[in-house]
């Protein structure tokens, strides 16, 4: 099990749950960010912290938003496990219908 970052963070990208994050297991997107599901330990350090209440243990995500946990494993098909997001910085590895998403928040 792991941590999913859903909607609310499409366009947002806060970045309150990356300085909080113990493992550097949150990684950027263009459009939102993403928990790697093997890097995540579970300590729950990040859900707290979102200010949009972006983020839910996997099988506390709302059902609007299950597709989410999917775009979380999807988002690291080309990129991997690189161990660490720091090292990563900001990428265009978004899933294609996040990519897609109407403009958030307008």
């Not at 597709?67 to 494993?73: C, E, G, H, L």
């Not at 988002?75 to 403009?103: C, N, V, Y």
Request: proline share 9%; charged share 30%.
């Amino acid at each position: 099990m792991t941590y999913v970052i859903a909607e609310p963070c499409v366009d947002v990208l806060d970045k309150a749950c990356i300085d909080e994050c113990p493992v550097d297991c949150i990684y950027e997107g263009e459009r939102m960010l993403y928990i790697h599901p093997d890097e995540c330990v579970d300590c729950g350090a990040c859900e707290p912290v979102c200010p949009v209440e972006a983020i839910y243990y996997e099988d506390d995500v709302p059902d609007e938003w299950s597709a989410y946990t999917k775009a979380n494993v999807d988002f690291f098909d080309e990129l991997g496990s690189p161990g660490g997001a720091s090292k990563i910085g900001k990428t265009s590895h978004d899933p294609q219908w996040i990519k897609d998403l109407p403009p958030q928040g307008e």
